[in-house]
Nanobody, 115 residues
Framework: VQLVESGGGLVQAGGSLNLSCAASGSISRMHAMGWWRQAQGTERVLVTLMTSGDSTYYADSVKGRFTISRDNAKTTLYLQMNRLRPEDTAMYYC??????????WGQGTQVTVSS
């Protein structure tokens, strides 16, 4: 499985961005997909995920502001980010669970929120 993110950029606080993650390869093997983020000098943390059965999880910090979704073919994962805050600034990574852990990662896309 290969993952390629797009859609990052610079936005003012209160604005919106929509990230995309295009998946290719053995897509049917993925048990879950999600978005992680890593701010400079901090650890990478899970933001949201969607399982193959369409269950979702959101970190408390993004509940009510971010929405994860995917297309019907399950080849593209999206992250709609609304009411962005400066603390949302980070590198955002798309990732997938193919075996039994988060073992497949995209290259990341930078999101910068200015105050």
């Amino acid at each position: 499985v290969q993952l390629v993110e797009s859609g990052g950029g610079l936005v003012q606080a209160g604005g919106s961005l929509n990230l995309s993650c295009a998946a290719s390869g053995s897509i049917s093997r993925m048990h879950a997909m999600g978005w992680w983020r890593q701010a400079q000098g901090t650890e990478r943390v899970l933001v949201t995920l969607m399982t193959s059965g369409d269950s979702t999880y959101y970190a408390d910090s993004v509940k009510g502001r971010f929405t994860i979704s995917r297309d019907n073919a399950k080849t593209t994962l999206y992250l709609q980010m609304n009411r962005l805050r400066p603390e949302d600034t980070a590198m955002y990574y798309c990732a997938a669970i193919v075996a039994d852990t988060w073992d497949t990662w995209g290259q990341g896309t930078q999101v910068t929120v200015s105050s």
